[in-house]
């Protein structure tokens, strides 16, 4: 097969089967006497099985795999692909925390007054603190006051009120801070409770999405070992 052949199949260009394979991530490739590129259907799964790699492992891994894989190196490319998944399955916990912490939250917090912003003492009273507890939150990560310029004393305005809120709440379920921080940070980035649960069911799309990408580049890489190892290959092409 030419270059052109391989590339047909996936809508690429020759030039693109040419630049992968001399990246290494094609076997091996012979020439014509006339110096002509020919491929094999051995080459053929190799091009599925790195572009199938390269949706759930990205573009750089999935040339690491196959490099690995065509130089022998089994070993590290199986090393590659459990430590993609090995960060997935981190990726995934850290999303279960901050759903889990969302699904704590009480439904009949009040909302922060839109007055004045609150001292220390005032927001403690609020929450039934000690002062010291807020600043503790405050070294965490957590709690984010505004300075009054006059003074240099703390403020607290309704968003970090709200915030102080969700912190107490979070802590009586027995969170940790690093979690609790790492919670108060998604949801000021994404605006509020509500915009947060679009963005955990958007992440947890992305997470499938993912999961599925790297069981479908395990398919193809099986099939690629299966035709190095000799044997009929399972996936049709």
């Known amino acids: 097969m030419r270059p052109i052949d391989l590339a047909r199949e996936h809508g690429l260009s020759a030039q693109a089967v040419r630049n992968y ?13 006339a110096g002509h590129r020919r491929y094999t259907p051995l080459h053929a799964q190799a091009l599925r099985a790195f572009l199938a790699l390269r ?3 990205g573009h750089g891994q999935a040339v690491e795999i196959m490099r690995a894989i065509n130089r022998g190196d089994t070993e590290s490319a199986y090393r590659l692909v459990d430590a993609a998944h090995v960060a997935l399955l981190a990726e995934r916990d850290t999303r279960a925390e901050v759903a889990t912490a969302l699904g704590g939250l009480s439904a009949t917090t009040p909302e922060p007054a839109r007055g004045r912003p609150l ?4 927001l403690a009273r609020r929450l039934g603190v000690h002062p010291a507890t807020l600043r503790t939150w405050e070294t965490a990560g957590i709690l984010r006051p505004e300075r009054d310029r006059a003074t240099g004393y703390r403020e607290y305005g309704p968003d970090r009120v709200r915030d102080a809120e969700v912190a107490r709440q979070l802590r009586r379920g ?6 609790v921080a790492r919670f108060v940070d998604s949801l000021r980035e994404a605006g509020g409770a509500g915009a947060l649960s679009a ?11 993912r999961s599925r ?10 099939a690629y ?9 399972i996936l049709a092409p």
């Open 21 to 33: 394979d001399d990246e290494g991530v094609l076997p091996p490739t012979g020439r014509s006497e």
């Open 174 to 179: 027995g969170h940790p801070l690093h979690q």
């Open 199 to 209: 963005f955990l069911d958007a992440w947890q799309d992305r997470l499938t999405r």
């Open 213 to 222: 990408d790297l069981l479908a580049g395990a398919a193809q890489l099986d």
């Open 119 to 122: 001292t220390v003492g005032e």
């Open 55 to 57: 949706a759930g492992h």
């Open 225 to 233: 070992l299966t035709l190095l190892d000799g044997r009929p290959a």
